[in-house]
């Protein structure tokens, strides 16, 4: 009690409490070694305990909005390089508010953003030139995501999705297995799991894919929630996704008549938000399900990816809780799901991150992520599409462990 007396008496001047508030930042800052575990998890003990919201700007900063005062005060204590651009600045994208997607990839863009090539495909891809016809002997795989599995930060050859695609054609031909993988990079950065839904049905499927990875991370239930705020906002038709048209209707919501400021803001954003937070994990709990219903139908096979974040966010403890709500809805929809979200726990997640104040994972940690998804096929991939790997391989590019598996059959 005396110790806690003194500092009180020693904030007690406005200028120790400023003091004091930097060197808190400051240290929040700091690189701690993983070794030093007990610290680590003090460190985050001192941040909000509800995964994701110490994140809230981290798609909306993607997208363009305003930066928090805590995350423009970090941003001067450390710097930010002159070429970082919001996603939405980069002319990589297309707005289109009118559509349940709001914007999508520019066709055939080819520029450096972050000193790393950045290229998308005739089809709006980030990735390699593919036809739209499926050629034969090839093995389709699409990819639904969001930035992460896009590769916000890294060049198109790093993407975890094209060292996949490049291993496993390798795999096959030292097999003497005759066929050629593709994989069609479909994620885009910040959609939601209604977006990877609507990219699926209106895209994926003309391209005749044999499966469908689904990836998903801990800011899925973030992700539906701008993405309905937006689509409110900006009055986009969205009647024919029941999912979103029932919570509105339970929200008392009408979207015509929205109270809106001056400037055109909605101002009752933030209360419908916090209205909507219990159901976010059950949006994307139906789109899962819809999603399944419909590759299913397609006879698609589909498997769901839990991809990691990078930096101090996605820690075992902090993780844990929303990990097992993903694969609970997974197993319920009968969906294999390939936990990834450990690929980082052997190294120091802070050094994988792309920046100080950007979580997306860099070219190691692609390449992780790539080791990572590539261990799970060689121990549990369909024996139809991946027999040619499903033994271990201790070579310089093959994984050396088993990731987290499960499966339910249908």
């Known amino acids: 009690m005396k110790i806690l007396r003194t500092i009180q008496a020693r904030l007690a001047s406005p200028w120790s409490r400023v003091t004091a508030t930097i060197a808190i930042l400051a240290f929040g800052l700091i690189d701690l070694p993983i070794s030093w575990g007990t610290v680590r998890v003090l460190k985050h003990a001192m941040k909000s305990p509800e995964i994701g919201r110490e994140s809230a700007g981290y798609y909306e900063g993607l997208l363009g909005v305003s930066d928090s005062e805590a995350d423009a005060l970090k941003k001067s204590l450390v710097g930010e390089p002159t070429d970082w651009v919001h996603f939405t600045d980069s002319g990589v994208s297309q707005m289109q508010t009118d559509d349940i997607l709001l ?20 089809l709006r891809m980030r990735d390699r030139p593919v036809s ?5 002997e090839v093995v389709r795989i699409a990819l639904l995501g969001a930035s992460m ?5 890294v060049a198109t050859d790093e993407t975890y999705e094209n060292r996949l695609e490049d291993w496993l054609n390798e795999q096959a031909k030292q097999h003497g297995d005759p066929r050629r993988f593709e994989i069609l990079n479909f994620a885009v950065a910040a959609y939601s799991p209604t977006q990877r839904l609507e990219s699926y049905r209106r895209f994926a499927r003309k391209l005749k894919p044999d499966m469908v990875f689904y990836a998903t991370t801990m800011l899925d239930a973030r992700l539906s ?9 900006y009055k986009t038709d969205f009647s024919r996704f029941e999912h979103l048209t029932r919570i509105v209707a339970q929200s008392d919501y009408d979207p015509a008549s ?48 839990i991809i990691p974040r990078a930096g101090r966010n996605d820690l075992p403890h902090l993780r844990a ?7 609970t809805s997974a197993r319920a929809h009968h969906v294999p799901v390939w ?44 024996e139809n599409h991946f027999g040619f790997v499903r033994r271990p391989d201790k070579g310089k590019n093959g994984p050396a462990v088993s990731a987290t598996h499960e499966r339910t059959s249908p």
């Open 103 to 122: 914007f999508r990839l520019s066709p055939d863009v080819s520029r450096s953003l972050f000193g790393k090539s950045f290229t998308t495909n005739s």
């Open 132 to 136: 739209a016809e499926k050629p034969a």
């Open 149 to 153: 599995d896009m590769g916000w930060g």
């Open 225 to 233: 929630e701008i993405h309905l705020c937006d689509l409110l906002s």
């Open 258 to 305: 929205l109270r809106r400021d001056p400037r055109g803001k909605w101002v009752d954003k933030n209360k419908f938000k916090s209205w909507l937070e219990p159901y976010r994990d059950g949006i994307n709990h139906e789109v899962l399900g819809e999603l399944a219903r419909e590759t299913r139908a397609d006879g698609v096979e589909l498997f769901c990816l």
């Open 321 to 327: 809780e929303g990990v097992e709500i993903q694969k």
């Open 339 to 382: 936990d990834l979200t450990d690929a980082f726990d052997t190294e120091d997640p802070t050094k994988l991150a792309l920046a100080t104040w950007d979580d997306h994972p860099n070219t190691r940690g692609h390449e992780l992520i790539f080791r990572r998804l590539a261990e799970s096929i060689t121990a549990h991939g369909p």
